[in-house]
């Protein structure tokens, strides 16, 4: 009997594409859309996860660019607490889709943020990357002065990059009532009081959030004469901290992940230049059962993100004087009989990764 299941590849099917497989080796979880050009400018930005993917970048030997680099000689503790090091340009974690359409059109001069200024204890803040300067700024003018230098550091990377690797962590966000301006971080958070009369908590939908991606790739279009550079999206496998919905945390993490999901998908369907690396899909599937994460079940641990890496260069191969090309092992191994990793190698995310949403466990009142 002929069907149309009759001729797919096992990959195609749960028991031959997940059950039977090891977590570490999944074959066909990737397939690359173009290659990646030894050359090319690649610019990283994105949520916390992201800045996972831009160290592994670089630690072999792409061109990943930075277009703010820190001052010489600072250890490399210092360098990410100030934001230095973690992504292309000194912004920050990006979260949200409206946060990156943002800041692309206030780089290219047709938007500015509601309240930049945020304040605590006499101390100033920039409200879209308020944890770049931990200590704040002296002055709103030495912030502005600041951020006006940024912007004009974004523009070149905008303008340069041959690809984009972007990773979507978070449908929710707040807003300011009067503009629709969004934050990384509620007010109040990190710096900046809330008022529930100015600010507002936003969820996103799928359309929404497809809406303002397709409105990035216009400002970026306009600002490159046209011409758009290759993009892959990634979606962050880190459920969320803390959630300002109704729903339980949980329930709130699986809508945020399905909508970003969702979005990206349709984004990489629709447009030939985007390309979906499914680092989320890897790192949740239920042939790890939960192995990936610290014991907190939120942080990622670090081998598990070289899994992740090892997938993605697996299909990405390049032949770099000085570095040697992944390959990923097929284990049988099965994750119950793992061995417990040691502290070091459970490290959480905040050890090495710089991420404001986990401020927000500062605020949970349960014994």
Not at 47 to 71: T, W, Y
Not at 78 to 90: D, F, M, P, T
Not at 316 to 324: L, N, S, T, V
Not at 340 to 347: G, I, V
Request: charged share 20%.
């Amino acid at each position: 009997m002929k069907s149309p299941y009759s001729s797919l590849p096992g990959k195609s099917f749960w028991r031959t594409g997940v059950a039977e497989n090891s977590p570490l080796h999944l074959p066909g979880i990737y397939t690359k859309k173009w290659p990646i050009e030894l050359n090319w400018e690649i610019a990283t930005a994105g949520s916390c996860f992201a800045q996972h993917i831009s160290r592994n970048l670089k630690s072999r030997g792409l061109n990943v660019i930075d277009v703010e680099p820190a001052p010489e000689g600072l250890p490399e503790s210092v360098l990410r607490k100030y934001g230095y090091n973690l992504y292309s340009a000194r912004f920050g974690n990006i979260y949200t889709v409206g946060q990156l359409l943002q800041i692309a059109r206030e780089a290219n001069g047709c938007f500015k943020p509601a309240h930049l200024v945020w304040k605590k204890e006499n101390r100033f803040f920039d409200s879209q990357r308020p944890s770049v300067e931990p200590d704040g700024f002296e002055t709103a003018e030495e912030l502005i002065a600041n951020r006006r230098f940024h912007l004009s550091r974004v523009l070149q990377m905008l303008k340069s990059m041959d690809l984009f690797i972007f990773t979507l962590g978070l449908t929710e966000t707040f807003e300011d009532i009067g503009t629709g301006t969004v934050y990384p971080t509620a007010p109040g958070t990190v710096a900046g009081e809330f008022d529930p009369s100015i600010f507002r908590f936003k969820n996103y939908n799928v359309f929404e959030i497809i809406k303002e991606f397709e409105s990035f790739l216009e400002t970026l279009s306009s600002l490159r004469d046209g011409s758009l550079p290759k993009i892959i999206l990634t979606v962050s496998p880190v459920p969320l901290t803390a959630t300002c919905s109704t729903e339980h945390v949980l329930s709130a993490t699986t809508y945020s992940k399905s909508v970003l999901r969702s979005a990206s998908g349709y984004l990489s369907n629709k447009y030939e230049f985007i390309d979906y690396f499914p680092s989320y899909e890897i790192i949740t599937n239920q042939a790890a059962r939960g192995v990936n994460y610290s014991n907190n079940l939120r942080s990622v641990r670090p081998e598990s993100v070289e899994v992740v890496m090892k997938h993605f260069f697996s299909e990405h191969q390049f032949a770099m004087p000085g570095a040697q090309n992944d390959e990923v092992v097929a284990e049988t191994m099965n994750p119950e009989d793992r061995p417990l990793l040691d502290n070091e190698a459970t490290r959480s995310n905040e050890d090495y990764v710089k991420c404001e949403e986990v401020l927000l466990e500062a605020f949970n009142n349960a014994k």
